[in-house]
């Protein structure tokens, strides 16, 4: 069987795709958003984070030609967005969980005004 008719695998890829869409749809609305829904916002970024930090330690796990090839797509990815071709994408899901707990120090801080 190879990586992506694993149903393991497929159920994941379809949460992340709901999670992205999701996100994606409500992330301009962000700065007018309630405190209560920006909370909401920056969890179901956390859980996307870490299901896509899961697939990726899936997708590195795996030799099937079609993981490897996903693997790849997210290191071209990554290079789109800016980042060096030799970061670890590891080291960048990291980065990417500061960003998110920065985010909430703001919107914590829009608490204390």
Do not use: W
């Amino acid at each position: 069987m190879s990586f992506l008719q694993s149903e393991l695998v497929r159920a994941g890829l379809v949460e992340i795709n709901e999670l992205q869409e999701e996100i994606f749809k409500d992330a301009m609305k962000f700065p007018s958003m309630s405190t209560e829904k920006q909370y909401e916002h920056l969890e179901k970024l956390e859980t996307l984070l870490e299901k896509q930090k899961i697939m990726y330690t899936r997708v590195c796990l795996s030799d099937d030609p079609e993981a490897q090839q996903i693997k790849e797509n997210i290191i071209d990815a990554s290079k789109m967005l800016g980042f060096p071709g030799d970061v670890d994408p590891g080291n960048l899901f990291n980065n990417m969980h500061m960003t998110i707990q920065n985010l909430r120090k703001l919107v914590e801080k829009g608490l204390d005004k």
